[in-house]
T-cell receptor, first 115, second 112 residues
Framework: GQQLNQSPQSMFIQEGEDVSMNCTSS?????WLWYKQDPGEGPVLLIA?????ELTSNGRLTAQFGITRKDSFLNISASIPSDVGIYFC???????????????FGQGTILTVHP | KAGVTQTPRYLIKTRGQQVTLSCSPI?????VSWYQQTPGQGLQFLFE???????NKGNFPGRFSGRQFSNSRSEMNVSTLELGDSALYLC???????????FGQGTRLTVV
């Protein structure tokens, strides 16, 4: 089945530094989504990508949909303490068949920001 | 606009019992999907409903079932609970299956 490899598994950075994380897939996806999850809460949608090559920003966050449709990355610039949390990538295939509503998630990147 | 609402937030059940979890999607959203999150397996897809029809199901045993009502609210049921069913159960709603998916806060189920 489809698998997503997300890296790094964890990051320890100083406040103000930039962060980069990425996901690669063995299969093609038509949509990439990036989420942030705080302990005990549900994932919060950060950025959605729908086209290969698309580069989208949301404040200090920038994400790109890889041109092969098998990867995506997320950058966070000038990190602040509230960026702490677990970041997940999620991919979705074509609507229809076995892909209806199904998001395949990466294992998550645990981000720690030291003030 | 209200977000996705899941009830209850926390549940403690005994092995062998059954449980029903509820999800109210964002107003206007017709697609509801369910996920199980555990430390070992991460986020795993359970099933997806659209207009009261289950269109997709993940690789979970038949003890896991769900349904969707005409107002798009959804419930999932787990029968004959096992210790390994302890997890955070998350519901996501979207306008359609290919649109942005927004998650609720989840229901933390503990089976003892």
């Amino acid at each position: 089945g489809q698998q997503l490899n997300q890296s790094p598994q964890s990051m320890f950075i100083q406040e103000g530094e930039d962060v980069s994380m990425n996901c690669t897939s063995s299969s093609i996806f038509n949509t990439w989504l990036w989420y942030k999850q705080d302990p005990g809460e549900g994932p919060v949608l950060l950025i959605a990508l729908y086209k290969a090559g698309e580069l989208t920003s949301n404040g200090r966050l920038t994400a790109q949909f890889g041109i092969t449709r098998k990867d995506s990355f997320l950058n966070i610039s000038a990190s602040i303490p509230s960026d702490v949390g677990i970041y997940f990538c999620a991919g979705r295939g074509n609507a229809g068949g076995t892909s209806y509503g199904k998001l395949t998630f990466g294992q998550g990147t645990i981000l720690t920001v030291h003030p | 606009k209200a977000g996705v609402t899941q009830t209850p937030r926390y549940l403690i059940k005994t092995r062998g019992q059954q449980v029903t979890l509820s999800c109210s999607p964002i107003s206007g959203h017709r697609s509801v999907s369910w996920y199980q999150q555990t430390p070992g397996q991460g986020l795993q897809f359970l099933f997806e409903y659209f207009s009261e029809t289950q269109r997709n199901k993940g690789n979970f045993p038949g003890r896991f079932s769900g349904r969707q009502f005409s107002n798009s609210r959804s419930e999932m049921n787990v029968s004959t609970l096992e210790l390994g069913d302890s997890a955070l159960y998350l519901c996501a709603s979207s306008m359609g299956a290919g649109d942005e998916a927004f998650f609720g806060q989840g229901t933390r189920l503990t089976v003892v």
